[in-house]
């Protein structure tokens, strides 16, 4: 069965950065388009980046281009996501999920697996 486990979150300071790491136990992350979402409360869930299977191209909102980046080692079996110049509007619990696609998509419900999420909280 498959399983995703996050990790990597934390508290940070504003101008900060993370690095936040999605494994797999029980398939090949390699296989599938990959995406990470967060969720701040009290508002919707948001896609901040996927990589794709098929090409490795990845996609990113306006709101994170040029912060986030996605990665994949593919010898851990993990996908990875650099978070840089961290503000507070970046506080959210951040969810790794599969979609069993080789190509991405901007919406969680054509994910099927998610991990348990990560919280990230950007403070002074």
């Known amino acids: 069965q498959l399983q995703l486990v996050e990790s990597g979150g934390g508290l940070v300071q504003p101008g900060g950065s993370l690095r936040l790491s999605c494994a797999s136990s029980?398939?090949?992350?390699?296989?599938?388009?990959i995406g990470w979402f967060r969720q701040a409360p009290g508002k919707e869930r948001e896609g901040v980046s996927c990589?794709?299977?098929?090409?490795?191209?990845?996609n990113y909102p306006d709101s994170v281009k040029g912060r986030f980046t996605i990665s994949r080692d593919k010898s851990k079996n993990t996908v990875y996501l650099q978070l840089s110049s961290l503000t507070p509007e970046d506080t959210a619990v951040y969810y790794c999920?599969?979609?069993?696609?080789?190509?991405?998509?901007?919406?969680?419900?054509?994910?099927?697996?998610w991990g348990q999420g990560t919280q990230v909280t950007v403070s002074s």
């Open positions: 990589i794709s299977s098929s090409s490795g191209g990845t």
């Open positions: 999920a599969v979609r069993t696609r080789t190509n991405c998509s901007p919406y969680g419900a054509q994910y099927a697996y």
């Open positions: 029980g398939v090949t992350l390699d296989f599938y388009a």
